[in-house]
Nanobody, 126 residues
Framework: QVQLVESGGGLVQAGASLRLSCAAS????????MGWFRQAPGKEREFVAA????????SYTDSVKGRFTISRDNSKNTLYLQMNGLKPEDTAVYYC???????????????????WGQGTQVTVSS
């Protein structure tokens, strides 16, 4: 089992940047594919970005392509989400998720993930 703790959220103005981090408890972090999801008030949780175990594959939802970058540092057991050009519609609770896998894939479905963090709030004002 792996524990995930997100950090880096906050209240920013439109156009600003934030970097979210997700610290994992396991030294076997490199065996997990990772993802970021978000949930806005009154909406379903949605996929944001995903990265393979080694970081060689990434995937993004269309609305964040060109603005957000997912990355990972397996030596630090940490996942990142660099968010630039933030918009009010990016306001949500952001969750990181982990999937224990032997394959090199970037997974976009929430059902494919085994472990979830508690979330960090991102609020973007107009």
């Amino acid at each position: 089992q792996v524990q995930l703790v997100e950090s880096g959220g906050g209240l920013v103005q439109a156009g600003a940047s934030l970097r979210l981090s997700c610290a994992a408890s396991r030294r076997t972090f490199s065996t997990y594919a990772m993802g970021w999801f978000r949930q806005a008030p009154g909406k379903e949780r949605e996929f944001v970005a995903a990265i393979s175990r080694t970081g060689d594959r990434t995937s993004y939802t269309d609305s964040v392509k060109g603005r957000f970058t997912i990355s990972r540092d397996n030596s630090k057991n940490t996942l990142y989400l660099q968010m630039n050009g933030l918009k009010p519609e990016d306001t949500a609770v952001y969750y990181c998720a982990a999937r224990n896998t032997a394959y090199s894939g970037a997974y976009s479905a929430s059902a494919q993930y085994d472990y979830w963090g508690q979330g960090t709030q991102v609020t973007v004002s107009s």
